[in-house]
């Protein structure tokens, strides 16, 4: 099925790391994303990450791919209160990886 | 550069009115496609397009119609609306890795 699962929330303090979590069922994915919402707002790209690569690095983002375990991860160093905001992980599929199916979103609150 | 374009911004409709959610793109993109976001549930998949002339459905097309006469245009049309279908939709375009959408469409049916 197509199916991108990731926990509803997550609180950090503010300064520390944050690591979203994602689970997704197509091995066969092309590319692995991050996009970011804040409220009221449309999406923005993150990062992404092509299947063949297990980790990449952006300033103070991380992103770690498993693809043995479709496994993918996000993690925010130093977090600050501008990072508050739905974090949705996505994968694209199907021929030419035509469709992107994203997660139902992690929001990420932030602790003074 | 416009980049994505959805209109309307906001529209409220009664039960079994019609509409069209208009979506373009000056980005010459193959790749379109229409989500609708609920809470807690994310962006669902409704339909997309790799191409004028070639569309296909998502997760949730049910009540939805689509058509791709030109690479800029990816309208959708809702033909007889239900509360259900009250949702933010949110129109995309693609070239190989990124996505970029556009701001939304907030549609509440009454």
């Known amino acids: 099925g197509e199916d991108v699962e990731q926990s509803l929330f997550l609180s950090v303090r503010e300064g520390d790391s944050s690591v979203i979590n994602c689970t997704y069922t197509?091995?066969?994915?092309?590319?692995l994303y991050w996009y970011k919402q804040e409220p009221g707002a449309g999406l923005q790209l993150l990062t992404y990450?092509?299947?063949?690569?297990d980790m990449k690095q952006d300033q103070r983002l991380t992103v770690l791919l498993n693809k043995k375990d479709k496994h993918l991860s996000l993690r925010i160093a130093d977090t600050q209160t501008g990072d508050s905001a739905i974090y949705f992980c996505?994968?694209?599929?199907?021929?030419?990886?035509?469709?992107?199916?994203f997660g139902s979103g992690t929001r990420l609150s932030i602790r003074p | 550069n416009a980049g994505v374009t959805q209109t309307p911004k906001f529209q409220v409709l009664k039960t079994g009115q019609s509409m069209t959610l208009q979506c373009a793109q000056d980005?010459?993109?193959?790749?379109m496609s229409w989500y609708r976001q609920d809470p807690g549930m994310g962006l669902r998949l409704i339909h997309y397009?790799?191409?004028?002339?070639?569309?296909d459905q998502g997760e949730v097309p049910n009540g939805y119609n689509v058509s791709r006469s030109t690479t800029e245009d990816f309208p959708l049309r809702l033909l007889s609306a239900a509360p259900s279908q009250t949702s933010v939709y949110f129109c995309?375009?693609?070239?190989?890795?990124?996505?970029?959408f556009g701001q939304g469409t907030r549609l509440t049916v009454v």
């Open positions: 995309a375009s693609r070239w190989q890795s990124e996505a970029f």
């Open positions: 990450i092509f299947s063949n690569m």
């Open positions: 197509d091995s066969s994915s092309t590319y």
């Open positions: 996505a994968e694209s599929m199907g021929s030419s990886a035509s469709k992107i199916i």
């Open positions: 397009s790799v191409g004028a002339g070639i569309t």
């Open positions: 980005m010459n993109h193959e790749y």
